[in-house]
């Protein structure tokens, strides 16, 4: 027992040292490429905070714990919506674009709403269910790649603009 839980604290360091690596290398390779944070967080840091939560779930559905692998992605969502928000928003206000509320927001919500659609017929998600998820995510991420070219272009023509104006 003792044992486990000395594991349990050093994982819990090591993962709370390793979101700071994740979060301040994804940022400045976001800065570099001149790719908007928001980005960056719809998209990488999504990614890499969301695979220790696949893997579980992965593991716990080929060990046919199939509730804990779907209570683990809605507890999961929950969890970021709820208690992630909360508790930024005690340490600093965080400002709500309208895009993501026009965007990001509404998918989020569509998603939801498929998920409980394809559960509940036949309450089984099966690999047709797995392939529609896994293709509209591949389609939200080729657009968010072509929303931070624009994005990057926008800026760069920002940039270009200044240059020019400064030169008159």
């Known amino acids: 027992m003792l044992l486990a839980l000395l594991l349990l604290i050093i994982g819990f360091v090591l993962l709370i040292k390793g979101a700071d690596f994740f979060v301040d290398g994804s940022s400045s390779v976001a800065k570099r490429l001149k790719v908007p944070s928001m980005i960056i967080g719809l998209t990488i840091v999504a990614m890499g905070t969301s695979l220790p939560e696949c893997a579980v779930s992965v593991t ?3 060990n046919n714990n199939n509730a804990l692998a779907v209570s683990n992605v809605i507890g999961s969502n929950i969890f970021n919506l709820m208690v992630v928000c909360g508790v930024c928003a005690l340490f600093t206000p965080l400002a709500v674009s309208k895009d993501t509320l026009k965007k990001e927001f509404p998918f989020s919500i569509i998603c939801a709403i498929l ?3 394809l559960g509940a017929v036949g309450m089984t ?3 047709i269910d797995g392939i529609v998820f896994l293709v509209i995510f591949a389609v939200y991420l080729c657009l ?3 929303s931070a070219k624009n994005a990057r272009n926008e800026a760069l023509n920002k940039e270009l603009e200044e240059e020019v104006d400064e030169e008159i």
Request: proline fraction near 0%; glycine fraction near 8%; charged fraction near 10%.
């Open 60 to 62: 716990a559905s080929l």
């Open 125 to 127: 998600l099966g690999r």
């Open 115 to 117: 998920l409980a659609a």
């Open 144 to 146: 968010m790649i072509v």
